[in-house]
């Protein structure tokens, strides 16, 4: 990652939860997936913004509208500020083949969090 306009924000244990983008004379909070937490803040307010949002919305399932407008229920398995790669949520199925979804970063307008929406599960 070469994205100098991004200051890496570590819990205590070393795991990388997010960024502070400088934006006048405070920080923008930036979690993994890229999006902005709030408004430009102080550093230390910042930094709570970022701990308090943790990585838990990275377990959580997303949906991934394809190029034909097919909504795919999906899970993030790897996420960097270079891409974000999903995956068909199988349900922990071994029988079924991989479906894997490499896209940008931030988190494109395709992906969004499920929230209360209910999809095929295949």
């Given at each position: 990652m070469n994205r100098p306009d991004l200051i890496e924000h570590r819990r205590p244990d070393g795991e990388l939860v997010g960024w502070l983008r400088p934006e006048?004379?405070?920080f923008?909070?930036?979690d993994l997936l890229g999006r902005e937490l709030?408004?430009?803040?102080d550093w230390l307010?910042?930094?709570e913004q970022l701990e308090a949002r943790g990585l838990a919305y990275l377990?959580?399932?997303y949906v991934l509208l394809l190029g034909d407008g097919?909504?795919?229920?999906?899970?993030?398995?790897?996420?960097?500020?270079?891409?974000i790669v999903v995956k068909k949520?199988?349900?922990?199925?071994i029988?079924?083949?991989?479906?894997?979804?490499?896209?940008?970063?931030?988190?494109?307008p395709e992906l969004t969090p499920l929230g209360d929406r209910e999809l095929p599960a295949w």
């Open positions: 006048g004379e405070g923008v909070p930036v709030g408004d430009s803040v307010t910042g930094e377990a959580d399932p097919t909504e795919l229920r999906v899970r993030i398995t790897e996420v960097s500020a270079d891409r949520d199988d349900f922990g199925a029988d079924v083949p991989l479906m894997r979804f490499e896209l940008g970063w931030p988190m494109p």
